[in-house]
T-cell receptor, first 111, second 121 residues
Framework: LAKTTQPISMDSYEGQEVNITCSHN???????ITWYQQFPSQGPRFIIQ???TKVTNEVASLFIPADRKSSTLSLPRVSLSDTAVYYC????????????FGSGTRLSIRP | GAVVSQHPSRVICKSGTSVKIECRSL??????MFWYRQFPKKSLMLMAT?????????EQGVEKDKFLINHASLTLSTLTVTSAHPEDSSFYIC?????????????????FGPGTRLTVL
């Protein structure tokens, strides 16, 4: 499983766009990039997943360059409720593939 | 979306006792469930992979005789912490897995439970 590296913490303000970048230099051909969000004392919640280029859903966008060695999670117009830990991880397209959580990025949003 | 529950949500026990934590997939069947533990301000650490009807696969460094896992049905997996000690105090999280191949997705869908906070006195 490819190891991921992301900033330990980030701060931003309400209404701003937040971009969290993750590096995964050893990503394999069958690997997908997945982001989870976790609030204190709760289980992680799936945010978005992608393989290449750009993926967008109702809560975030995921940008993946052609070499796929990094990815950027983009959260538009954040609010205080977006304060959480965000995990970038690599998920293999193989049945029941286990996922390994990295250190995550602790995002703090201020008024 | 798929819902996973855990029971109890929090438990306090005395050192030396055993504690059982249940993980249920409420509206779907999961042949595979994963168990994680998380210490304060740390990331989730995978403990074991639980497959219905077979023995669990433990990650390196996790004592299988201390953390007993049973996956008796497609909707229920249990983790029993035997002879608990204060250092076992942690947040235990399970996830239920289904394989659903869709365009643009890996196919591995994991749904996480709300977690169980164990405090051993």
């Amino acid at each position: 499983l490819a190891k991921t590296t992301q900033p330990i913490s980030m701060d931003s303000y309400e209404g701003q766009e937040v971009n969290i970048t993750c590096s995964h230099n050893n990503i394999a051909t069958n690997d997908y990039i997945t982001w989870y969000q976790q609030f204190p004392s709760q289980g992680p919640r799936f945010i978005i997943q992608g393989y290449k280029t750009k993926v967008t859903n109702e809560v975030a966008s995921l940008f993946i360059p052609a070499d796929r060695k990094s990815s950027t999670l983009s959260l538009p117009r954040v609010s205080l409720s977006d304060t959480a830990v965000y995990y970038c991880l690599v998920d293999s397209r193989r049945r029941a593939s286990k996922i390994i959580f990295g250190s995550g990025t602790r995002l703090s949003i201020r008024p | 979306g798929a819902v996973v529950s855990q029971h109890p949500s929090r438990v306090i026990c005395k050192s030396g006792t055993s504690v059982k934590i249940e993980c249920r997939s409420l509206d779907f069947q999961a042949t595979t469930m994963f168990w994680y533990r998380q210490f304060p301000k740390k990331s989730l650490m995978l403990m074991a992979t639980s497959n219905e009807g077979s023995k669990a696969t433990y990650e390196q460094g996790v004592e299988k005789d201390k953390f007993l896992i049973n996956h008796a049905s497609l909707t229920l997996s249990t983790l029993t912490v035997t002879s608990a000690h204060p250092e076992d105090s942690s947040f235990y999280i399970c996830s239920a897995h289904i394989f659903d191949l869709r365009e643009g997705r890996s196919g591995n869908e994991q749904f996480f439970g709300p977690g169980t906070r164990l405090t051993v006195l």
